[in-house]
């Protein structure tokens, strides 16, 4: 069980164009989802906290205009980079969590390529 | 503490060896710790976790101890296996108004050689 999924696993997309990613947890029912970005040889990054049915919190020095988040149920979270450039490429991982657990199972991440 | 490093720590050892990874911590209002293992374009596996109301914990051939007065948390992999090689990173709780947020150290490389 705690099985999280993301598609596409990777896109490459041209500059000034918006990607959506998305985030679902197959078995459970996540109160909470989360959104981070790895860049090369680097550590996971927080980018923002996703609660289902309310607006995201976006960490320090990350666009919220930028990056959208859309929580929309309890299965399902999205991220859409918006006018999308070369350095928004990076890996995108999420994370889900059930209430009231610390533990959080992560997706297996977006390789985001912006030509 | 942040988490961003532009170099990673290696470690490699033999198979069969046991491994010890490190990694300080700057909060001392984490109260949560949690080890993962990730491979090359693959998400985060968790490995082991432990609260801070504990110093150690086992699991099926990792250990997890947590040293509260120098804010350092250790990973220790029994008989390391070359399918062990990869990217750990151990992760943080603060808890209260962070409740469920995760601040990632840097990571460390583990390469095991047959």
């Known amino acids: 069980g705690a099985v999280v999924s993301q598609h596409p696993s990777w896109v490459i997309c041209k500059s000034g164009t918006s990607v959506k990613i998305e985030c679902r947890s197959l078995?459970?029912?996540?109160?909470?989802m989360f959104w981070y970005r790895q860049f090369p040889k680097q550590s996971l990054m927080l980018m923002a906290t996703s609660n289902e049915g309310s607006k995201a919190t976006y960490e320090q020095g990350v666009e919220k205009d930028k990056f959208l988040i859309n929580h929309a149920s309890l299965t399902l979270s999205t991220l859409t980079v918006t006018s999308a450039h070369p350095e928004d490429s990076s890996f995108y991982i999420c994370?889900?969590?059930?209430?009231?657990?610390?533990?959080?199972?992560f997706g297996p991440g977006t390789r985001l390529t912006v030509t | 503490g942040e988490s961003v490093g532009l170099h990673l720590p290696t470690l490699s050892v033999q198979e069969g060896d046991n491994s010890i990874i490190n990694c300080a911590y700057s909060n001392s209002a984490s109260d949560y710790f949690i080890w993962y293992k990730q491979e090359s374009g693959k998400g985060p596996q968790f490995i082991i976790d432990?609260?801070?109301?504990?110093d150690k914990r086992q699991g099926q051939r990792v250990t997890v101890l947590l040293n509260k007065t120098v804010k350092h948390l250790s990973l220790q992999i029994a008989a390391t296996q070359p399918g062990d090689s990869a990217v750990y990173f151990c992760?943080?709780?603060?808890?209260?108004?962070?409740?469920?947020?995760?601040?990632f150290g840097q990571g460390t490389i583990l390469t095991v050689h047959p």
């Open positions: 078995d459970f029912q996540a109160t909470t």
């Open positions: 994370s889900a969590k059930k209430s009231p657990s610390y533990e959080q199972y």
């Open positions: 992760a943080e709780n603060a808890g209260g108004t962070s409740y469920g947020k995760l601040t």
């Open positions: 432990i609260r801070s109301n504990m």
